[in-house]
């Protein structure tokens, strides 16, 4: 018979996730001969063997992958052949791999969990286990290549079993960087109080603290959480004061799906996203208030899986002591602050919350906060990208020079492109905390020495005081400032690899405009390498400037203010002395300290103001959350919106909307439906009124406002029957924390105002 061999090359994530023993086996299944190594490009194959058996081979290298692999693309170019017997794992090739390939951190992965409560392993409850599907991966990398000297495994040395492990191809360890067992690996400590505890002892003692409804700080796999019993209401009252977090929700870790589901609704893509090798939160709807301290007044509860071999230890010593219960797990940090990574900073910054501590010796090197993640119009969603998902690229639809974005101030990431990939950093957080600040200057530095880049532009916020901007004014190079909202819509263009013209609706808290005044509900065109804005919500005076954030009443006040006497009878004004109303009606009609605003997210707080949701907010977003959770029907009369244009721009007037949600003042639920309903209908009348301006067909949607699902599906169905294409982001989060991707791709592909 003839036998061809072949030369296939694949690209993805392919490294560090059992690749090559993969196709090892693949290979012996289909009779074939050759060999498979790691190269700078991902994976590359020789394989000889019948035609019809190399067709088969090529075809499951497609179908069949490892979970935690990623396949973007096989190629395969036709060579002589060469004859020989076997198929070997050839040692890594030529340049080192490049970054590209470092995967991202792998939850525990099926196999290891039932080796893990299997009692005859010899890693029985071992918190340390993994292998070439799981594990710590980015976490533990301080340079590259991946290899074990460099991570911070480097300093444990291998057992003679893990050793034979580690260099047998057919096994599930083959090469996992990470490999260690209790003889060999990291061991976890338990501190409390004066005593120190190591090994399966500390795991117990852990367990009986919990029970017994204490907090702990946990040594995890990106940082430390703060941990505790969900059912218990004053454990949890307690870590809110410390962690000075009066609301917003924390999110719970659940033994098992079946324990989510008896919490929670979870759909199909739900349960594939909870058990998935990313792990993230999910955001469940729930089945009743259960632990409602873990998330009050809201009707989603932040749920995750035991993802680390710690976890699970843990979880199945609690259920031998009687306990199955959720365990709330929310960041080890201090209000905005980053994520604790050593025991020394747990002392000093969260001494006061947690009343014990479980550490553990193997070094966390890069910082990274739990991913967070929603199911919408039918897909998953990220309102947080960090664990699971860094430093997976995102794949643009062209290459450039290397773009350093640095983001905004809320929910900062930033974002380096190299080639046509663009890395996001794991989720920084609230760049006007000091600590934050350092967090991304640290991390920049070891994003690029992994990566290898060295940034000529950097592009930031167009706002002249934001930290973010302040940061990139300091790095050496050209700069090049973006307006906040062109970069969320061109987040949504560079995930989609949009070139042509399209629409776009931005809908967020807040973002300095071209004028100097605070946008945040703008329609925008992009055209032929430029943008320019072409509607917006009508302008409204904001009294106190940022202090309408967080009192969110001086929104409504404002909004109302057009309505004479209102005010008066509105009962969300119930305890702000009239001294101070009158004070602020001054301040609008001369319009100091009263910035005007087109910002979105302060219409859905005065509306939630009005329906009598609350009047003050501790935590952004908070207000239009508790709107959407009252959501429950459409069939409702929506509200009516102006529509006009005005020197050329569509303007959105929510004031029909502001005095409908008056007169229904009170009836939060009818509120909420009308007002959703009703702005989603005006949105999709303004888009489609440019549309047929511009005969654009396709629209993106983006800002944080669009984290509100109730909203985004509303628009999707209203533009789709419109016979609009709306495009709305997926790899990165729609709120600030995508912004930077959109940044970079302003700068790569040369935008102009
Ligand atoms: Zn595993
Ligand atoms: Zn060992
Ligand atoms: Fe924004």
Redesign the pocket.
């Known amino acids: 018979m003839l036998f061809v061999r072949k030369k296939i090359s694949v690209r993805g994530v392919v490294q560090g996730v059992g690749f090559r023993p993969h196709i090892y086996k693949l290979a012996g299944l289909h009779s074939i001969d050759g060999w498979v190594k790691n190269d700078a490009s991902g994976v590359t194959i020789e394989a000889e063997g019948a035609p019809a058996a190399i067709a088969a081979f090529i075809k499951d290298i497609k179908l069949k992958k490892p979970a935690a692999s990623r396949v973007d693309s096989v190629s395969a170019s036709e060579m002589k052949p060469a004859g020989g017997c076997g198929f070997t794992i050839a040692k890594s090739g030529g340049r080192a791999p490049s970054a590209a390939m470092i995967p991202a951190d792998l939850a525990l992965c099926p196999d290891c969990r039932g080796e893990l409560l299997d009692p005859c392993d010899r890693r029985y409850l071992y918190p340390f286990t993994n292998c070439t599907n799981c594990g710590p991966r980015f976490t533990i990398v301080r340079s590259v290549p991946y290899d074990r000297p460099a991570t911070t495994m480097a300093g444990f040395k291998?057992?003679s079993?893990?050793r034979a492990e580690y260099g047998n191809p057919l096994d599930r360890r083959f090469h996992a960087q990470p490999n260690?067992?209790p003889?060999?690996?990291p061991a976890v400590a338990l501190h409390s109080g004066t005593k120190v505890m190591s090994g399966p002892a500390a795991l117990e003692k852990t367990a009986e603290l919990i029970i017994a409804g204490k907090v702990g700080a946990l040594r995890s796999l990106g940082g430390f959480h703060l941990c505790c019993r969900a059912d218990g209401v004053k454990t949890v009252a307690a870590l809110r004061r410390a962690k000075e977090r009066p609301h917003k929700p924390f999110a719970v870790m659940v033994a098992s799906p079946a324990a989510a589901r008896r919490i929670c609704f979870v759909s199909k893509l739900e349960a594939a996203a909870l058990s998935s090798p990313e792990a993230p939160v999910v955001m469940l709807r729930r089945r009743s208030r259960a632990f409602e301290a873990a998330a009050p007044g809201l009707s989603r509860l932040g749920v995750m899986l035991p993802y680390t071999p710690l976890h699970a230890a843990l979880f199945e010593l609690l259920s031998k002591k009687g306990f199955n219960g959720p365990l709330v797990m929310t960041s080890g940090n201090f209000r905005d602050e980053p994520i604790c990574r050593d025991s020394l900073e747990v002392k000093q910054r969260l001494g006061g919350v947690a009343s014990f501590s479980l550490s553990h010796n193997r070094p966390i090197h890069n910082r990274v906060d739990d991913s967070v993640a929603f199911e919408a119009a039918g897909e998953l969603r990220l309102a947080r990208r960090a664990r699971g998902f860094v430093p997976a690229a995102v794949r643009l639809s062209s290459g450039g020079g290397s773009v350093l974005a640095c983001g905004a101030d809320l929910k900062n990431t930033f974002c380096l492109t190299r080639g046509d990939e663009a890395f996001l950093s794991p989720h920084i957080g609230d760049l006007s905390e000091p600590r934050n600040q350092d967090f991304f200057r640290e991390t920049l530095a070891k994003m690029r020495g992994l990566l290898r880049v060295s940034p000529a532009v950097t592009v930031h916020d167009l706002h002249p005081l934001y930290a973010s901007s302040a940061l990139a004014r300091g790095l050496p190079g050209k700069k090049i400032p973006v307006q906040h909202h062109a970069a969320h819509a061109l987040s949504v263009a560079a995930e989609h690899k949009l070139d042509g013209p399209f629409l776009a609706a931005v809908f967020d808290g807040t973002g300095y405009g071209l004028d100097g005044r605070v946008w945040g509900g703008e329609f925008l065109i992009f055209s032929a390498g430029r943008w320019n804005r072409a509607g917006r919500l009508k302008y409204f005076r904001l009294p106190g400037g940022e202090a309408a954030v967080h009192e969110i009443w001086r929104s409504a006040f404002s909004l109302l203010s057009s309505m004479p006497g209102a005010w008066r009878c509105a009962p969300f004004l119930r305890g702000v002395p009239a001294g101070n109303l009158r004070a602020l009606s001054r301040m609008l009609e001369s319009g100091l300290n009263s910035p005007e605003t087109s910002s979105m997210g302060r219409l859905f707080d005065a509306v939630s103001c009005l329906a009598g949701i609350r009047r003050e907010v501790t935590y952004e977003g908070q207000a239009p959350m508790e709107l959407e959770s009252l959501f429950k029907t459409r069939r409702r009369d929506p509200y009516k919106f102006g529509l006009s244009r005005q020197n050329g721009l569509l303007i959105l007037d929510p004031s029909p909307a502001v005095r409908g949600a008056f007169a229904d003042r009170g009836k939060a639920r009818l509120v909420s439906e009308r007002f959703h309903c009703g702005l989603a209908r005006a949105s999709v009348a303004a888009l489609k009124d440019l549309s047929s301006g511009t005969g654009i067909k396709k629209v993106c949607l983006s800002g944080g406002v669009f984290q509100n699902r109730t909203l985004l599906e509303l628009m999707l169905e209203g533009l789709h029957k419109a016979g609009l294409r709306a495009f709305i982001n997926r790899q990165v989060p729609a709120n600030d924390g995508g912004l930077s991707l959109g940044q970079a791709w302003y700068a790569l592909k040369g935008y102009r105002t």
Do not use: D, W
Request: neutral net charge.
């Open positions: 291998m057992c079993a893990c260690a067992c003889v060999c690996g």
